[in-house]
């Protein structure tokens, strides 16, 4: 009888950072905490490659163990000419990415024992299915929005018109209801493509022989009873959930320019800066990156503001690009801005180290888009945020973190609804950094990030529930 050999788990994001890097991050743990074998499939396109995503997988920091293999790139300009930025493209992409190059890609790997896959690749079901490999699920939204997912084709069934027009929130059962307004994107129009493709991932999502759900217990206690408690969750057989959050980007390869960030922070008083940063899409009108930029001189508060080239058409400017183009920031912030702030603030082009800021002392407040990675990485480091959601699901997150955690503010201004002015950034900043409401959340996020911290330590329920799902692959 041979040596058993390890399980060999494929782990496949959809495009974009925020699937990537928790993705990556799950593949670490499992060669790192648990000596699995595992490949990382990237799902390549005719496009560059965004410089933060190279700096990630081909760092020389990843553990032997992990293999970054890339998908043949597939070109989709033609079809994607026109179509705006948002869930669609990033389907179509991974659509003609699978159906062409997964069966063959993983007939090549030797012995895979299971695929993890995100949201978006749900073609793996069927592809895998034929290879009789099981196919785990890791959800990289909040356990909310996953309920919300489990809940949608029957809320689907028994809705006529719009979502957004019923008149109380959705009530999926056994959770938090969702108010109307918080609705992600995906589910404001039913006709449109968005609406298509997302319906259609969700609803293959009970066939996961399991879904890890990138949350804790402390976070959300509501929603995972729910899911634990209805394992027939709204009369579809639901997969285990298995809560093994906060998994989040923990080492970064430090660019030049993310060190300078930190030899920058080095010099601040603890919990004094503000970090201002809209995940690796967000972009903002020109009006409201004045306003922002004024806000912030106004609050007289330390702060760093990841700029991007304001644009007017879409808050999802700089998806495909994580982080985008690096303008001048001299060219497209408020005249004089940089100079009179500086000392006070540091302005850094497209993208920053974020965990690092996040986990350096100085930090003190986070304005985030509320993006789930950035909200779990704001917790685990016990940093109070202010919310700013743009698009997708993050106004659902932004209430639930001033709501139901507490900790956040949010502005009496919505961002997605209208430009929030510079009077009601200035007060929203001073209340986090240095008002009682900052105490009040800051201590909170201090509580949570403990919590987190219990959660993940040896013994603790998230890293107990990821144990439990390797033991199996083990005996398999
Ligand atoms: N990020 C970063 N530097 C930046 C902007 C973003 O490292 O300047 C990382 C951030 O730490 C997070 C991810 O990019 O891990 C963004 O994911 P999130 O879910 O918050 O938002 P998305 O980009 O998917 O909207």
């Known amino acids: 009888v041979g040596q058993p050999t390890e399980p060999h788990i494929a782990i496949l994001p959809s495009p974009g950072m925020g699937h990537i890097i928790p993705l990556f991050q799950l593949a670490k743990r499992l060669v790192t905490h648990h000596r699995l074998r595992v490949t990382f499939l990237v799902i390549t396109t005719a496009d560059p490659v965004p410089a933060a995503q190279n700096n990630l997988l081909r760092s020389d920091a990843v553990p032997s163990g992990l293999r970054v293999v890339d998908l043949p790139p597939v070109d989709v300009s033609e079809l994607l000419a026109g179509v705006p930025p948002g869930l669609t493209p990033l389907c179509v992409m991974v659509e003609h990415s699978l159906r062409r190059h997964l069966r063959p890609v993983l007939l090549g790997l030797d012995g895979v024992t299971a695929v993890v896959i995100d949201l978006f690749c749900t073609q793996a079901f069927e592809i895998c299915g034929e290879l009789s490999i099981p196919v785990y699920s890791f959800f990289t939204g909040s356990t909310a929005l996953l309920a919300f997912s489990l809940y949608l084709p029957t809320l689907d069934r028994e809705t006529e018109g719009e979502f957004v027009d019923l008149p109380e929130p959705v009530q999926v059962p056994g959770c938090r209801p969702v108010r109307t307004e918080d609705l992600l994107d995906q589910v404001r129009v039913r006709k449109s493509d968005e609406y298509k493709w997302f319906f259609l991932h969700v609803s293959r999502l009970y066939k996961a022989a399991g879904i890890f759900a990138n949350t804790w217990k402390d976070l959300e206690p509501v929603t995972l009873l729910a899911l634990k408690e209805n394992p027939f969750f709204l009369n579809i057989p639901t997969p285990p959930v298995h809560p093994i959050g906060p998994v989040v980007k923990e080492e970064e390869p430090y660019t030049e320019s993310d060190k300078e960030v930190l030899t920058w922070l080095d010099k601040q008083k603890p919990d004094s800066v503000l970090f201002v940063a809209l995940g690796s899409g967000g972009t903002l009108s020109s009006k409201q990156l004045t306003e922002l930029a004024f806000g912030l001189e106004l609050s007289q508060q330390c702060f760093i503001l990841v700029a991007r080239t304001p644009n007017d058409a879409t808050a999802m400017g700089t998806f495909y690009s994580a982080g985008g183009i690096e303008d001048d920031p001299i060219a497209y912030l408020p005249e004089g801005f940089v100079k009179r702030t500086e000392g006070v603030g540091l302005v850094v082009k497209s993208w920053a180290p974020q965990v690092a800021v ?47 955690a507490g900790v956040a503010a949010k502005p009496t201004v919505e961002p997605w609804r209208e430009v929030v002015g510079r009077e009601e950034i200035e007060r929203v900043v001073r209340a986090v950094m240095e008002g009682e409401e900052g105490k009040v959340i800051r201590r909170r996020a201090k509580e949570l990030r403990d919590s987190a911290r219990v959660a993940l ?16 692959w083990k005996l398999n």
Request: hydrophobic share 40%; net charge negative; glycine share 10%.
């Open 358 to 404: 996040l986990r350096h002392a100085s930090t003190g407040g986070f304005l985030s888009h509320c993006g789930w990675n950035s909200t779990l990485e704001s917790v685990l480091h016990g940093v109070p945020m202010i919310t700013w959601p743009l698009y997708a699901e993050q106004r659902m997150n932004a209430t639930q973190l001033a709501v139901e």
């Open 457 to 472: 330590d040896s013994g603790g329920s998230s890293c107990d529930s990821l144990a439990r799902v390797v033991k199996a």
